[in-house]
């Protein structure tokens, strides 16, 4: 008997597996068959019938979702504004002080200091604290004047006299005339004197 039970077990998986390929082809390509495909293709209209109805409902949930999505978009939007006109307010009035500190040492020994701050990149006497290193511009400066000696303040030694017009032939009231025609007129006196 058992080997009764397992000959008509083998038979039956035989027999299963000569009609599972059937089935699955069936079932893989439901529009072998038309009936198949009809059913196919009702429950297929079902389900998309179903999705539709489901995204209509959640249309206003996904339409408020976008709002506040934008609503937030837009306020981080704003306050990324307001912080880079914050940052640069800020290094500007940095800039300003450093500008200002090395004209202020500048004026000792350049003819003109807005010279020097211009030549120097202000950003790199600050550290992270804001503190201004004053020992780094003066040293930066004695090399700017090294290079640039032109823009040093000139020696305070002798200053060279400066001519007064006012002084000589013309201060003692004989002064001549500066018309063409009293110029001619002297010139002609003089030669008929000489003659």
Sequence with gaps: MPEETTTEQVEQQ???SRT???????KADPWSDPEAARKEIEKLRKESASYRTKAK???????????LE???????ERLNEQLTAAQERAAKAVRTAVASKVEALAAADFAD?????????????????GVIDAGAIKADLADLLKRKPHWGKPDEGPRAP????????????????????????GLMQQA???H
Aim: charged content about 35%; glycine content about 8%.
């Design 162 to 185: 400066r001519p007064d017009r006012t002084q000589g032939s013309s201060g003692n009231g004989n002064r001549t005339s500066s018309d063409p025609g009293d110029i001619f007129a």
């Design 20 to 26: 599972a390929p059937e089935a699955e082809a069936t």
């Design 57 to 67: 409902e959640l249309e206003p949930f996904a339409k408020k979702a976008k709002e």
């Design 70 to 76: 934008d609503a937030q978009k837009s306020e981080q």
């Design 192 to 194: 008929l004197k000489g």
């Design 14 to 16: 035989s027999e299963e």
């Design 113 to 129: 200091p807005e010279d020097a701050a211009g030549a120097l990149d202000l950003t790199a006497y600050v550290d992270d604290d």
